[in-house]
């Protein structure tokens, strides 16, 4: 069984920045992409961000040059910097990773206001 245990989100003012975590645990043997999606009410998930265990990233336009994307293997923790927040940012926030199989969190709320 596979653990994911997101944490940092929260309320923040537009501009501001917040930082996410995401562990995994459990039986895990080895993690291929990492990745942090998003849901805002009333919108589909929608990928925000992805990292392979190579370290290559992939990032959504919208997010690109605000957001940075990481991960410590030894740690099996992905990590999620958000920076010039916008309001329009605000949704769940949920890590995905994928072994042989894929796993979700269960989501962190971020919060911008205007």
């Known amino acids: 069984q596979v653990h994911l245990v997101e944490s940092g989100g929260g309320l923040v003012q537009a501009g501001g920045s917040l930082r996410l975590s995401c562990a995994a645990s459990?039986?895990?043997?080895?993690?291929?992409?990492m990745a942090w999606y998003r849901q805002a009410p009333g919108n589909q998930r929608e990928l925000v961000a992805r990292?392979?265990?190579?370290?290559?990233?992939d990032y959504a336009d919208f997010v690109k040059g605000r957001f940075t994307i990481s991960r410590d293997n030894f740690k099996n923790t992905v990590y999620l910097q958000m920076g010039s927040l916008k309001p329009e940012d605000t949704a769940v926030y949920f890590c995905q990773i994928v072994t042989i199989q894929t796993f979700w969190g269960q989501g962190t709320q971020v919060t911008v206001s205007s």
């Open positions: 459990g039986n895990i043997f080895s993690i291929n992409t």
């Open positions: 990292i392979t265990r190579d370290g290559i990233t």
